[in-house]
């Protein structure tokens, strides 16, 4: 009874609490965790390629298998969550990706690399399928957009953190080098996740299984049903294809003439993922502040700009394209990634960003391979037209999301 009576009272951690401290930061580490191993291998593509004497569209499938292996895990693990905990879930993928990041490599071939790659990628799906969902449970209605935009940016470190110690390591070392020194930060990073992280206050695991007639199938499919759920899936799906594949293939495109650039100034260019790291949390008080759509709107027309300045063959105007692209990306994500789950019904949220993250990371994947085949079959321009087409039909299937659920100026979810 003690506990009821808790989950009805807890209204959520206010911003300068100690537990919202502790679980932003706690969170932040844990995104670290995940996504310098995630995207480990990107920065060491080109090493790759001429390693295994393969071309770039192929060695890109490294990035791919761990991305479709995360878009195939979150779904399950969204009832993991159910059933055992919020926080117990992400710490098992978490330890266990950290695991798999000492393992992959060690591999003697492609085919070896792209399993292991694929397994430590479904074990990563744990923290993107249930993070948000904890977030909107814990932290107050009117922070919840705010924190997200916070969560989103501490996943911008660890992206970053991945390519920048993989890419300098693996220049002088070797790419199995560079991705074993990235393992070794992550696995600092899920010890600080797991001492940090508070248990959860707003969700008794079991809860829907045992006190509600709705079954695990349904929770899935109500928010397949809802046009704004889908408008948001596929936010995730066309504007993350885009930015992986932009991200995959501009080191082999500056490494060409006319930029002709060393491997070792390509990999700073990562660095713009701080952009990210700005425009997350401030697209988050944005959102707050004005509604959730036209921040979405107005971060995808910035993005599809800093493509279109990455057409100029002058190395500057590429690098402030690609800090504009970054920013813009990593706005839409936060905001769309947080809306997911704030604008579907409580006992649906887990599955609603569950399947966010499964377009968004399935849109990595196909668009992260495929666009390749554009890349290596025409140029960079009609790459960055691909880019761009996306991002409009992104910003158009936008428009089923005005006015709707959770678009407020506070960002609360509004029941439908």
């Known amino acids: 009874m003690g506990a009821d009576l808790g989950e009805v009272t807890f209204e959520g951690h206010a911003p300068g609490s100690q537990a919202y401290r502790r679980l932003i930061l706690g969170l932040f580490f844990a995104g670290i965790a995940t996504f310098a191993q995630l995207y480990s291998a990107q920065?060491?593509?080109?090493?790759?390629?001429?390693?295994l004497g393969i071309p770039p569209a192929t060695a890109a499938l490294s990035v791919s298998a761990a991305t479709l292996g995360l878009a195939a895990a979150v779904i399950p693990w969204s009832m993991v969550a159910d059933r055992i905990g919020r926080v117990q879930a992400m710490a098992i993928g978490v330890v266990a990706a950290t695991a798999s990041g000492f393992l992959a490599p060690l591999s003697?071939?492609?085919?070896?690399?792209?399993a292991?790659?694929?397994v430590e990628g479904m074990a990563l799906g744990a923290l993107?399928?249930?993070?948000?969902?904890?977030?909107?449970?814990?932290?107050?209605?009117r922070h919840a957009a705010a924190a997200a935009g916070s969560y989103i940016a501490g996943t911008t470190v660890g992206g970053l953190l991945g390519r920048i110690v993989s890419g300098v390591v693996g220049e002088h070392v070797g790419w199995r080098a560079g991705m074993w020194a990235v393992a070794g930060v992550c696995a600092l990073a899920a010890v600080l996740f797991l001492w940090l992280t508070p248990r959860a206050r707003g969700f008794t695991p079991g809860r829907y299984r045992e006190g509600s007639t709705t079954s695990v199938l349904t929770r899935l499919l109500t928010p397949l049903r809802s046009p704004r759920q889908l408008a948001l899936y596929a936010q995730g799906f066309l504007l993350m294809g885009a930015f992986v594949a932009v991200y995959n293939y501009l080191g082999f495109h500056l490494a060409d003439p006319p930029f002709s650039l060393p491997v070792w100034l390509v990999t700073l260019l990562f660095l713009a993922y701080l952009a990210g790291t700005v425009s997350s949390p401030w697209a988050g008080?944005?959102?707050?502040?004005?509604?959730?759509?036209?921040?979405?709107?107005g971060s995808i027309a910035v993005m599809a700009a800093g493509a279109v300045a990455m057409l100029v063959p002058v190395t500057g105007v590429v690098l402030g394209g690609l800090l504009l692209f970054t920013a813009g990306f990593f706005g839409a994500h936060a905001v769309a990634s947080g809306w997911a789950p704030a604008s579907a019904d409580p006992e649906h949220r887990a599955q609603a960003s569950s399947l966010y993250y499964?377009?968004?990371?399935?849109?990595s994947s196909l668009f992260g391979w495929s666009l390749g085949l554009v890349y290596g079959g025409a140029d960079w321009t009609w790459f960055i037209i691909a880019v761009v087409v996306m991002c409009a039909i992104s910003a158009t299937l936008a428009i089923a999301l005005r006015g709707g659920a959770g678009d407020t100026a506070e960002g609360r979810a509004v029941p439908r």
């Open 128 to 141: 993107p399928a249930v993070a948000l969902a904890y977030l909107n449970e814990e932290v107050r209605a």
């Open 358 to 363: 499964f377009g968004y990371y399935a849109g």
């Open 43 to 51: 920065a060491v593509l080109p090493d790759l390629s001429a390693d």
């Open 116 to 118: 292991l790659r694929l």
């Open 285 to 297: 008080s944005l959102a707050s502040r004005f509604g959730r759509y036209p921040v979405l709107r």
């Open 108 to 114: 003697t071939g492609m085919e070896m690399l792209l």
